[in-house]
């Protein structure tokens, strides 16, 4: 973990997506946070040692889903699944509810998690990441939290490195190369890549942009209110009210259903290696999505802080 130290700082952002309006004025308490997202590695420690099961090792509950016929409720997650050409991108037929799918299979029942000790966990729903938290004595940041370390003590900054994508032509974060969501121009599959692969912010953290969207704890609103309680605000919505692009985590595509879901919807933050320049340039510290917290993915994983 670094330290994050206390400060004022502007959260939010008045020049990009609605959802991250107003951008206003925050003083945080200084917390300590993990250097990188949760890996691999970390997660099964955690495993070993509880016995924990996650959400997309189970079958969804029945009373959880009472319009999904019960031939469909499958253990499994949602995984991204590249097309071979270009695609209607107002439908998102790229995303996939694998059964079989979840941490240790990342890509499909057949993967595995042989030589990806290092790379950040993914297909982990909030009571996933929370029961990591509470195991570890940490928790899970919140909004303000995650982007006031996102920002690495640049306030107001596009980019956790600056105002400038690629400053002297240097990528530096883990996001789309090429036309989403068909064609990949890097030199690896589009996937998740290891700490340290891109570099740090102003505070040390890696890869708080890019790479795989985070959960925080908060609640999601429409609009960035920084006087609204995070647990209960009227201002909560369901995610299928807000604003959506479908590079993003899909809205609750676990299990497949034509019902709003009825799980909390929190805050996720930092975008993945799914955002496009084009289409999704969610990965931003004032960026923010929503995500129902029973709903996992193949691009979804999560980071601890520790508030003193």
């Excluded at 700082?9 to 917390?31: I, K, M, N, Q, V």
């Excluded at 993967?111 to 990441?129: N, R, T, W």
């Excluded at 740090?200 to 609009?223: A, H, K, R």
Aim: proline letters at 12%.
């Amino acid at each position: 973990m670094v330290w994050i130290p206390p400060g004022k700082t502007r959260l939010g952002s008045d020049r990009h997506y609605p959802e991250e309006r107003p951008a206003h004025e925050a003083e945080l308490e200084g917390f300590w946070m993990d250097v990188h997202p949760v890996t691999n590695a970390q997660f099964a420690q955690f495993i070993a040692e509880t016995g924990y099961v996650t959400g997309a090792e189970k079958p969804p509950a029945t009373q959880d889903y009472p319009e999904v016929p019960k031939e469909n409720l499958v253990a499994g997650s949602a995984v991204f699944v590249q097309p071979p050409n270009p695609v209607d991108l107002s439908q998102p037929a790229w995303w996939q509810y694998m059964p079989g799918a979840n941490w240790r299979h990342p890509i499909g029942p057949q993967s595995s998690l042989a030589e990806l000790d290092s790379l950040p966990v993914v297909h982990i729903d909030y009571q996933d990441a929370l029961a990591y938290a509470n195991w570890s004595g940490r928790q899970l940041p919140t909004e303000a939290q995650w982007e006031y370390a996102a920002r690495g003590g640049l306030d107001g900054a596009a980019y956790a490195w600056g105002d400038e994508l690629t400053p002297d032509g240097r990528r530096m974060a883990n996001y789309w190369a090429g036309d989403f969501p068909w064609r990949n121009t890097k030199p690896h599959a589009p996937a998740p890549t290891p700490p340290g692969t891109y570099p740090p912010n102003g505070y040390g953290l890696f890869d708080m942009c890019g790479s795989v969207w985070e959960w925080t704890s908060d609640i999601y609103q429409p609009f960035r209110n920084p006087e609204a309680s995070r647990e209960g605000s009227t201002a909560a919505v369901s995610s299928s009210q807000a604003e959506q692009s479908p590079c993003c985590p899909p809205e609750n595509i676990a299990p497949p259903s034509q019902q709003p879901t009825q799980f909390a919807v929190r805050v996720i933050k930092g975008g993945s290696f799914l955002c496009s320049q084009d289409y999704c340039s969610r990965y931003r510290p004032a960026a923010r999505f929503p995500q129902s917290q029973d709903t996992s993915t193949s691009h979804l994983g999560f980071r601890c802080v520790l508030a003193l």
